[in-house]
């Protein structure tokens, strides 16, 4: 492990992959893939990896052309720095949006779960703080911290997914095979949404001490995350079948606190679902705060990270109480990732990716 330095080796790029992406995601896609392909769901999860892989490959080969650059410096190089301005402002945006959606549906689960009389904005900026303050000290700071909540989130949530396994219907998931083609095909896309976080590794090469292994080790990374989602796709929709689930706001919530643990030796399964869930959403916050700020930094060059922080989380945290229910909250998640989402994962890092061999770097 690296001290002061600001780097970081690779095992804590793959734990800083897995946190950023795994979270709220996960909780809505069997009932997202369910709506799409049915019994076929756990499909979609598969063609969304091999997806997600590609764009992986695609984003860590970009970053491999200017190990030492940020996204607005080598964007600069290879289209003129009015349109980095441009995209590096997008980027922020996506970030922003993605952050504000991800902590309203944490705050609408808390809210039902756990605090139904607290007021959620004030849980939310509590939660927002607490992100904001892990964000101001280094990108180092953060993948030691990876490597300690990596374990926090899913060694719950495997115990839980191991032990329900054994006790659901696989019946529910045949027959196999039977979505059409161009259903599955567009399924598939808009289950991608699942893995929103890899565009993140646009910016982490200036920061790795091998930035040569991150692209091998980043897809592996999506790869286990791939194996994760698709098994549990596949259990909870075994155990509530595709009528069920589709009247499930939250079902891998529901799969975890109605799975009995052997021996009893968790008395309340709620604290240990949500401890799990809050570790997510805090990596998922932190992550967007400490990548947006910098991107801001970048290209103000001068002022403190800390108070470029302070604004994006003012602005996470407004934007999070804009949506009135949670019908809004999918709606315009929707929307952010056909727009924003689909752009930075895809579009944007293969056109920067061609820009960039074509002019032989």
């Not at 330095?5 to 909780?27: E, H, M, P, S, W």
């Not at 959620?120 to 992100?131: A, D, R």
């Not at 926090?152 to 949530?157: D, K, M, N, T």
Request: net charge positive; aromatic share 12%.
């Amino acid at each position: 492990m690296l001290w002061a330095n600001d780097k970081i080796t690779i095992r804590q790029l793959q734990a800083l992959i897995i946190i950023n992406i795994f979270g709220t995601g996960v909780i809505i896609l069997p009932r997202l893939t369910a709506e799409h392909a049915n019994q076929d769901g756990w499909i979609l999860v598969i063609l969304a990896t091999i997806l997600a892989c590609f764009c992986m490959f695609v984003i860590s080969s970009l970053g491999r052309c200017f190990p030492d650059k940020s996204f607005y410096e080598y964007t600069s190089i290879l289209v003129s720095k009015p349109i980095a301005l441009v995209l590096s402002l997008l980027f922020v945006i996506r970030l922003i949006f993605h952050m504000s959606l991800t902590l309203r549906i944490f705050l609408e689960i808390v809210g039902q779960s756990m605090l139904p009389t607290s007021p959620f904005w004030v849980t939310g900026l509590l939660l927002l703080m607490v992100s904001a303050y892990g964000a101001s000290k280094g990108y180092e700071t953060r993948a030691r911290l990876a490597e300690i909540l990596i374990f926090i989130i899913f060694v719950p949530i495997t115990l839980v997914f191991a032990v329900a396994a054994f006790n659901v219907d696989y019946s529910n998931i045949l027959p196999i095979f039977d979505t059409p083609s161009p259903v599955l095909a567009r399924g598939g896309l808009l289950t991608l949404s699942a893995f929103a976080g890899i565009e993140l590794v646009l910016m982490v090469n200036p920061y790795i001490t091998n930035y040569k292994r991150v692209r091998s080790a980043s897809i592996k990374a999506v790869v286990f995350l791939g194996i994760v989602m698709t098994l549990i796709t596949v259990v909870t929709i075994a155990r509530f079948g595709i009528y069920d689930i589709n009247n499930q706001m939250w079902p891998v919530i529901q799969m975890m606190d109605t799975t009995n643990l052997p021996g009893a030796f968790v008395q309340n399964q709620g604290v240990l679902i949500m401890s799990f869930f809050i570790i997510s959403v805090f990596a998922i916050v932190n992550a967007g705060l400490f990548f947006s700020s910098l991107i801001l930094k970048s290209i103000v060059k001068k002022g403190n990270h800390s108070w470029y922080v302070l604004f994006c989380m003012l602005l996470t945290f407004f934007a999070s109480l804009y949506p009135q229910n949670m019908v809004e909250v999918y709606i315009h998640s929707e929307r952010v990732f056909l727009t924003f989402g689909l752009s930075f994962m895809v579009v944007v890092p293969t056109i920067l990716l061609i820009v960039a061999k074509g002019r032989r770097f």
